[in-house]
């Protein structure tokens, strides 16, 4: 089981990333896929979720600015991040639960290793 994050890289407040997940090893169909971010110093957060069953959710941070998505005839799920601003300067992580997206970060059981996002001037 694998789950590779890519699509980080430096920005400019207000300017757009895409994120991938793309899992490989078992079939993304009946599992939720999560995204996280661990800024430094500080905890590591969940930001939003997609289930099997494509219900998703979204950290108040961040919601109306970022969009999950999933294709999985790619196996991939897709983090979609708009208006970008500094405090969203973080490594981001996407993990792996079983169909429904969990209430705790523990009951995700694979992580992928992270990819760096910097937004700044």
């Known amino acids: 089981v694998q789950l590779q994050a890519s699509g980080g890289g430096l920005v400019q407040p207000g300017g757009s990333l895409r994120l991938s997940c793309v899992a490989s090893?078992?079939?993304?169909?009946?599992?939720?896929i999560g995204w996280f971010r661990q800024a430094p110093g500080k905890e590591r957060e969940g930001v939003s979720c997609i289930s099997s069953r494509d219900q998703r959710f979204y950290a108040d941070s961040v919601k109306g600015r970022f969009t999950i998505s999933r294709d999985d005839a790619k196996n991939t799920v897709y983090l979609q991040m708009n208006s970008l601003k500094p405090v969203d300067t973080a490594i981001w992580y996407c993990?792996?639960?079983?169909?429904?997206?969990?209430?705790?970060?523990?009951?995700?059981?694979?992580w992928g290793q992270g990819t760096q996002v910097t937004v700044s001037s």
């Open positions: 090893g078992f079939t993304l169909d009946y599992y939720a």
């Open positions: 993990a792996r639960a079983p169909n429904a997206c969990p209430r705790r970060m523990y009951e995700y059981d694979y």
